[in-house]
């Protein structure tokens, strides 16, 4: 027995240093590595570092060097991440092992009972049930399967997380932290690992630049994907990831902050070197006719404004407006606006642009001189300037809200916030983010920043984008004090499918989910 355990150990070897060499080669061979995908670099400086990091020795020589490497523990240094690969994959092989661990526990106490009962009665239904079961299992994608199984015990039935390694904000130790894991561990984590994959696939095949630097102006690039990855590592608790990756696009992407805040929403401001990822729009400089717009995006969260709102007092002594006649108009549905005691903590904190930017209240008056209309049937007082696209910018005769402008999707100002949010946690100076965000508004800047500010900040700068405070507050276990009273419950967590979704596929349909104006 051992001279059989010793021979295949020895016939082992040759085929993994055969496998490793392979491998080592295709990956060598690929086009597009990281000196090659960075367009910024001069033909020098890509020379330069090739040689720096012996990319310029021939490919067996290559191998051999990192192969003397790695019998010594030496993985390397990820050029990408700025840290060795030891660590790297020490942040994640935990999570990992821990996952795989349960699921193998899981795999084989199913498959030895079904297999158990399925040999003690060949032939049964029992037994054919059981093969049909497996075929389909194996002609499942992987990936599918887990996105139903959240839909069905997360989402439908609600006994188990939707992600995450713990509840957001939990401090739960002891047998309470062993549940919890438990629990997370069953759909989660594979989740996020399976959205984690696909943008570490983009960000290493993805030009190195920003997006108004492509070639298809607009279209997303690696630092776009590494902006989306570190959203997720912040949702998951990663910081030390989160500022991995904002590092690198604070100090290679090129990106700054849009000199004029007020203009950043508007035309000028449509991919300029802020924007990491924008829904385009545009109506092809064409007043009538085909339009690519996000109405539904624009549209409803605005005021109808005019040049000038007359005063009228009705019989019964009470006041209404009407539109001037001949005034110009534009067009929004008053549908959703700001809650007073936002704009209030806003004003007490001394914003200026941010807060003229942001707030469209009732019967003011916009940078241009144009007329906000009066307060809504909705009682609504207070709407999103962010979405506000003034006449003059507009391609007329369209004059619905917002028309022919970009949303605005992730922005450099949230990646200095998340890098801000990240070194804090970690016990580290965040004052750098969080005060270059505070100069472009006007604000005074501060030192020792705390988490509080940071999140302050976060809340001010990123209002009216794409519920950035409302996942704030899930995230760090807040949402429950802070909307509780207005109704807000843990099932409220994870948002709705869109209605389009669910009309076409009707068995998506859930519970609805409340909006929250902020």
């Not at 279209?219 to 690198?248: C, N, P, S």
């Not at 508004?441 to 001010?460: F, H, N, Q, Y």
Request: net charge negative; aromatic share 12%.
């Amino acid at each position: 027995m051992k001279n059989f355990i010793l021979r295949r150990l020895l016939q082992t070897l040759p085929m993994l240093l055969l496998a490793s060499f392979i491998i080592f080669m295709l990956f060598a061979k690929t086009p597009g590595d990281f000196i090659d995908g960075n367009v910024t670099l001069t033909a020098a400086r890509a020379a330069e570092l090739k040689a720096i990091y012996g990319l310029d020795q021939p490919l067996f020589t290559r191998y051999l060097h990192w192969l003397g490497q790695l019998l010594r523990g030496d993985l390397g240094f990820s050029l990408q991440y700025q840290i060795p690969v030891s660590q790297l994959l020490n942040q994640y092989i935990w999570n990992s092992f821990l996952l795989a661990s349960v699921a193998l526990v899981f795999y084989w106490g199913i498959g030895l009972a079904v297999g158990v009962v399925s040999a003690l009665r060949p032939g049964s239904w029992f037994d054919h049930l059981v093969s049909v079961a497996v075929f389909a299992a194996m002609s499942f994608p992987t990936f599918f399967l887990c996105l139903l199984l959240i839909k069905w015990f997360a989402v439908d039935l609600h006994w188990l997380p939707v992600g995450g390694m713990t509840n957001t904000g939990s401090d739960e130790s002891g047998w309470q932290y062993v549940l919890q894991v438990a629990a997370h561990l069953a759909l989660l984590e594979a989740v996020y690992n399976y959205m984690l994959e696909d943008l570490n696939y983009a960000i290493g095949k993805l030009p190195r630049m920003r997006p108004n630097q492509m070639e298809h102006k607009g279209a997303v690039t690696a630092f776009t994907a590494q902006a989306l990855a570190a959203r997720i590592y912040l949702l998951k608790g990663d910081y030390a990831q989160v500022e991995t990756l904002t590092d690198d696009i604070i100090k290679n992407g090129g990106f700054r902050l849009y000199d004029d805040f007020y203009q950043l929403f508007k035309i000028p401001g449509k991919l300029c070197d802020e924007s990491l990822f924008e829904c385009q729009v545009t109506d092809y400089g064409n007043g009538s006719g085909d339009y690519l717009g996000v109405d539904q995006w624009f549209n409803f969260q605005g005021p109808n404004m005019a040049e000038k709102y007359v005063e009228v007092v009705n019989a019964d002594g009470t006041i209404s407006y009407k539109q001037a006649e001949g005034a110009k108009s534009i067009g929004g549905w008053n549908f959703i606006g700001y809650e007073p005691e936002f704009v209030a903590w806003a004003e007490a904190r001394g914003e200026g642009v941010r807060a003229e930017t942001s707030f469209l209240k009732a019967l003011s008056k916009t940078r241009e001189g144009w007329q906000v209309g009066p307060t809504s049937a909705t009682k609504t007082d207070c709407w999103n300037g962010k979405g506000y696209l003034p006449y003059n910018q507009m391609t007329l005769p369209r004059t619905t809200y917002g028309a022919n402008n970009n949303v605005r999707i992730i922005r450099y100002a949230e990646v200095l916030l998340m890098n801000s949010e990240a070194k804090v946690r970690l016990g580290k100076d965040g004052d750098a983010g969080y005060n270059e965000v505070r100069r472009r508004a006007g604000m005074s800047t501060k030192t020792g920043v705390t988490l509080k500010d940071v999140m302050d900040e976060r809340r001010m700068e990123l209002c009216g984008e794409w519920c950035a405070r409302y996942v704030d507050l899930v995230r760090t276990g807040d949402a429950a004090t802070v909307l509780g009273p207005k109704g807000w419950t843990a099932e409220k967590t994870y948002w709705p499918i869109p209605a389009n979704q669910l009309d076409d596929l009707p068995d998506l349909k859930l519970e609805p989910i409340d909006g929250i104006a902020e």
